[in-house]
């Protein structure tokens, strides 16, 4: 029987995964998962992403959503092969943001990710910008961020919020989060978008599953639901640990994941 669905991966177009669009969906329809989302980068501003070594190239998107629209035509998985794009929320320029998200949609991308990965034009979560947080006061990173990710969470711009609290991705974490977790969940409460419980925590320096326990039962505790998801880079990391994203929510009182499909559209899929 195949059970989750792996809602945020990625392929060697962002610049810094391993497989190909092909591989990732072979790997996908090869496990034991009902389905998933393919979620490319979105381009970024040129300044920022001159290399293109966390995003994709603008002029590659069309054939990104084409390739996924045949590999779909031919897939065991139908529909459960769904067309996805994570975006970034620019804090210095939301705009760009919206634009970015309308030109996916328009090329036919039909699930956005929305993510915070930047304060400025730090990349905090970059391993190679690492050192940068020595500079910083991780109170003040934590208050940035969540005041951003609230900003995008109510924005309407995505379906889902991936990895809500990236900032302990190398175990910055300030001493009482508890505020930014309550205040991070009444917004996504009152917006009605969906938030990933993501493995992808648990093979970083932070080793636990984004969001944080005390966290993700804020969530569930303002009726958000939620999707799973591996932010795979690699096809072996696809449907990583997923029985442990499904043990927590199971432990806040959730039964089913959300498997979003684009226009309003979810599946539910037990968690039981």
């Known amino acids: 029987m195949r059970r989750f669905a792996d809602c945020h991966m990625h392929t060697v177009l962002c610049g810094h995964a391993d497989h190909t669009i092909e591989e990732m969906v072979a790997t996908l329809e090869a496990s034991t998962l009902a389905g998933g989302i393919v979620t ?24 990104y959503v084409a390739t996924l629209q ?28 919206v634009r970015s998200v ?53 924005s309407g711009l995505f379906e889902v919020m991936s990895h809500p609290d990236l900032p302990k991705k190398f175990g910055h974490v300030p001493p009482d989060p508890r505020g930014y977790y309550e205040e991070a969940a009444r917004v996504a409460g009152e917006a009605g978008v969906l938030c990933e419980v993501s493995t992808a925590g648990l093979r970083k320096a932070c080793k636990e599953l984004y969001p944080a326990p005390l966290f993700l039962a804020q969530l569930a505790r303002r009726g958000v639901s939620f999707t799973i998801s591996s932010d795979a880079h690699n096809r072996n990391e696809i449907g990583y640990r997923f029985q442990d994203a499904a043990d927590a929510l199971l432990a806040v009182g959730i039964t089913r994941q959300a498997f979003p499909k684009g226009e309003g559209r979810i599946d539910w899929l037990p968690l039981l």
Request: hydrophobic share 40%.
């Open 102 to 154: 309308e030109s996916a949609r328009a090329c036919g991308v039909e699930v956005v990710l929305g993510s915070v990965h930047m304060l400025g034009d730090w990349a905090f979560d970059d391993p190679n910008r690492v050192e940068e947080w020595d500079l910083r006061d991780v109170e003040e990173v934590w208050e940035q961020y969540f005041s951003e990710w609230c900003k995008a969470a109510s």
């Open 40 to 63: 490319e980068h979105l381009p970024l501003p040129k300044h920022v992403d001159e290399a293109r070594t966390v995003s994709m190239h603008r002029y590659k998107l069309p054939s």
């Open 70 to 97: 045949a590999l779909r035509e031919r897939s065991p998985l139908g529909e459960n092969l769904v067309i996805g794009a994570e975006a970034d929320w620019r804090d210095v320029d939301p705009d760009w943001t």
